[in-house]
């Protein structure tokens, strides 16, 4: 024996030493933090022996076309890279065994199987040394060994795909027919949660001790707490995951699964936000909800029996590209489909411009849903334009029954939302005029049902749609109010103006961050001027339903313009926004959408940036417009700084402010510091503010560091 094949005998004999060491005392193991990356890469490192198993009994099978001495050795050097690998992967398996997630009976086989595998091959590396024996007993070793290997690999794949995915079972899958009366937890909530969370939360594998594929074990959830939140879908577990960066080691799915898709992250959200009744059917929905929608949706899918075919070319892939943004998100309806879909998102981020870029792609357009947008009257002419239309979603909006007839070129449309609109029944005649019209929806019009019914007897092949009528005892919950503003930084004195779809609603509101409660604080009845910094929180109030949740909206007001702004620290290249001009171009960021580039985003280094005014400015106060989204990471500054002067080389600290920790999980907000400053003209200042370190032990990332993320600076 070489001394080479010495070593390698002693590093085998001490490396399976070592593993039947683990396996007597594993109830005593105890595996340290940094081990825990070393047993996750079992999953990469299994593939090297199973391949090298398969080579070895090609090589010995076949031996009789390779004879010779140079075949014996590269024999032996496999073997040997076999039994090392084997032993390996299940030194890895061992450590992430260890960990919580796994069904222990399958687990159990697993473990074992993969040890006596490693031991079976560690047996065929000695066999081969002794030329008296490996004649008789290398074959039956081997054959077992590859036996061993078939058990052990079906076991893996059950852990990690579920049970039978090794050797499936034939039975026949019947489909269940989802009804009108289903409930919505069981068409919509639960498959899309099958698709998208089971791999990971089933029977067999229970990631974080969270079990998704029952009622009981949702309600239960896992180490991190309940799954969701009834009634606040953004402090939602399964909400916080899913809105994190795909980057983010939090983040759920996680990166490299089926993602969520923004479709299902607003289903699911509404599901929360509407208190996770898991009884409430769908038959109960309003017309506007995107629960519905999205029932709709996927119920045309599932009956369809012909696929659909459009005679246009599809749009230019930069085109679509360019118009892609988080407020406004295009995409084809099927893959290979030139048909497009475009969705509007947050009302106050809309612009008509918006709408009238999408003439870039009208004659691709197929579904068009601007929903709770501030779509005017003259806005229908935009909209007419595209005629290949076969979905109109305006719920919501602000147009009316006048200007209607520019809707009239619009011969393909199928399919017409008005829900919360103020329509006329003459409007509605002109409407159920068009030649390919299926379904409107007039749930809340100002339309009186008479109307509707009279309307309906004229045209029978529409079906008009007048929404879920609750029964005398039944209390459903109010949307909240919708705030018409689209600016929240104040030049002037605003006009600030609420709305709610439904009618006799009574909105409450507050101006000075208190809750608006039933009794003391203002009735709504007309627009009111805001003229300085104010946080605005109203809810909606309607006799024999539940109040709506509370919204809070905060208006910013800022006297004097830097005329430049050096940004000393580069944002993280995740969060680069604008540049400096992110903090002064007086564009608010979404605090539901930290990806957006009005947001410059801190983590490795602390948020230094130096403001240059033209002239000595009397500046009084500064106020820092930050991000709050403690599940994300997104907490507020530790410390913020703020230096001064008439020259950049001689500034001096004016200000310190120490802003006080959560203590708990919030809402996600736009959270403003202001600190005054002393009297003085002042041609620079700069703020510095510096990110958390290390995250409170209560929160689940604690240790890791956190994030700042700020979109505008004010001076006063």
């Given amino acids: 024996m070489s001394r080479f094949q010495h070593i390698l005998s002693y590093l085998l004999f001490a490396m399976h030493v070592l593993l039947l060491f683990l ?92 040890i006596v595998l490693s031991f079976l091959c560690y047996g065929l590396w000695v066999i081969y040394q002794s030329s008296a024996v490996k004649t008789r007993i290398f074959t039956p070793i081997l054959c077992l060994s590859l036996i061993v290997l078939l058990v052990t690999g079906h076991y893996g794949a059950s852990l990690t795909h579920g049970e039978d995915y090794l050797f499936p079972n034939n039975r026949e899958k019947t489909d269940i027919v989802f009804t009108e009366d289903t409930s919505i937890f069981e068409a919509v909530i639960q498959p899309i949660l099958k698709e998208k969370c089971y791999q990971c939360h089933n029977e067999q594998k229970t990631k ?29 577990h399964l909400i916080e995951r899913a809105n994190l960066p795909l980057d983010d080691k939090k983040h759920m799915p996680p990166k490299g699964k089926n993602q969520l898709t923004p479709e299902e992250i607003t289903v699911l959200s509404a599901w929360i936000n509407d208190g996770t009744n898991t009884q409430k059917t769908i038959k109960q929905l309003s017309a506007d909800n995107p629960i519905k929608a999205y029932w709709e949706k996927i119920k045309k899918g599932s009956t369809s029996q012909t696929e659909v075919t459009f005679d246009f070319e599809p749009a230019n892939e930069q085109t679509i590209q360019k118009l892609n943004n988080p407020f406004r998100v295009i995409f084809p309806l099927a893959n290979g489909s030139p048909a497009l879909q475009a969705d509007f998102f947050v009302r106050q981020s809309f612009k008509p411009e918006q709408l009238a870029e999408l003439t870039e792609i009208k004659e691709q357009l197929v579904i068009l849903n601007l929903s709770n947008m501030p779509i005017k009257n003259e806005d229908l002419k935009t909209i007419g334009q595209f005629g290949h239309l076969e979905k109109l979603v305006l719920n919501n909006t602000d147009i009316t029954g006048d200007n209607i007839s520019s809707l009239q070129n619009l011969t393909n449309l199928k399919s017409l939302s008005l829900s919360g609109t103020k329509q006329t029944k003459n409007s509605l005649m002109e409407l159920a005029k068009l030649p390919a019209l299926k379904q409107i929806y007039v749930w809340n019009t100002s339309l009186k049902e008479s109307e509707v019914n009279e309307i309906q007897k004229q045209f029978p092949t529409i079906h008009f749609e007048k929404g879920y009528i609750p029964t005398d005892t039944e209390m459903l919950k109010l949307t909240p109010p919708i705030l018409q503003n689209e600016d929240f930084v104040l030049s002037k004195p605003t006009l600030i103006s609420f709305k709610h779809p439904l009618k006799g609603v009574t909105i409450r509101y507050t101006t000075n961050g208190q809750q608006p409660d039933l009794l003391s604080s203002p009735v709504y009845q007309k627009p009111f001027t805001l003229n300085t910094y104010t946080v605005l929180k109203a809810k909606a109030l309607k ?113 310190k402010i120490i802003p006080i920790q959560p203590l708990k999980d919030e809402p996600v907000r736009i959270d403003p510091i202001e600190t005054n400053l002393k009297a003085g003209n002042y041609s620079f200042i700069k703020i510095i503010a510096r990110p958390i370190t290390k995250l409170p032990n209560w929160h689940n990332g604690k240790g890791q560091p956190g994030w700042v993320f700020i979109d505008e600076v004010f001076f006063n």
Avoid: C
Avoid at 43 to 61: D, E, Q
Avoid at 211 to 231: H, Y
């Fill in 23 to 114: 396996l007597i005392f594993q109830e005593k193991v105890d595996i340290p933090v940094g081990f825990q990356t070393i047993g996750r890469m079992h999953p990469m490192v299994l593939h090297l022996p199973i391949g090298l198993l398969l080579v070895t009994g090609l090589f010995w099978f076949f031996k009789k076309e390779f004879e010779g001495e140079n075949f014996a050795k590269l024999f032996r050097f496999v073997l040997a890279i076999t039994a090392i690998s084997a032993n390996i992967a299940a030194l890895m398996g061992f450590l992430l065994s260890k960990e919580d997630g796994y069904t222990a009976s399958l687990l159990t086989w697993h473990k074992y199987a993969g």
């Fill in 208 to 236: 974080g001790g969270l079990l998704m594929t029952t009622l009981a074990g949702l309600k239960k959830g896992g180490k991190n707490g309940p799954v969701w939140m009834s009634g606040n879908a953004l402090q939602s």
């Fill in 543 to 655: 006799a024999n339903w539940y109040a709506s949740d509370m919204v809070e909206y905060v208006f910013f007001k800022g006297k004097y313009r830097p005329q430049s702004v050096e940004l000393i620290n580069q944002p993280n290249p995740q969060y680069m926004g604008e540049g400096g001009n992110t903090l002064i171009n007086l564009k608010k960021g979404d605090a539901n959408d930290f990806k957006n580039k009005a947001w410059l985003g801190y983590r490795e280094k602390p948020f230094e940036a130096l403001f240059t005014f033209d002239k000595p400015t009397p500046i009084k106060s500064v106020m820092l417009s930050l991000g709050r989204n403690l599940g994300g990471f997104i907490f507020p500054p530790t410390s913020v700084e703020i230096w001064a002067g008439t020259s950049k080389n001689t500034l001096q600290m004016i200000q």
